[in-house]
């Protein structure tokens, strides 16, 4: 059965930013600041790896690195996500650590050396 309804240029435009939004935050390291505050105080503000505590900005109220978000599975490595590269951000894959860690851990998967 054929389905002949045409969809307008408002319905066009909305499917297409709506892609447009999907691509954008699935395919870039953009983080939202609000995804990266959440995660911060679900870990407690500190590292995920060393446990050192980890500021959100250097507006905050105490000592400490600016904490940095992750890719648990490396970023650089997402077209081996085991849930889809579509989904390499999702916050199941994020975790804050300070500076030092992120850069000692890299593009490693856990357990890699």
């Given amino acids: 059965?054929?389905?002949?309804?045409?969809?307008?240029?408002?319905?066009?435009?909305?499917i297409r930013n709506r892609l447009i939004k999907n691509l954008e935050e699935s395919t870039f390291r953009f983080i939202k600041k609000e995804i990266r505050y959440k995660l911060m105080k679900k870990q407690k503000w500190k590292c995920n790896i060393c446990n050192k505590k980890i500021l959100f900005s250097n507006?905050?109220?105490?000592?400490?690195e600016i904490g940095e978000i992750d890719h648990i599975h490396p970023f650089s490595k997402k077209s081996y996500y085991c849930n889809g590269t579509w989904n390499i951000n999702e916050e199941e894959n994020l975790q804050a650590l300070c500076r030092t860690c992120n850069r000692k851990k890299s593009d490693k998967i856990k357990n890699e050396k």
Avoid: F, V, Y
């Fill in 59 to 64: 507006k905050s109220n105490w000592k400490g």
């Fill in 1 to 14: 059965m054929k389905n002949n309804k045409k969809l307008s240029n408002e319905q066009i435009e909305k």
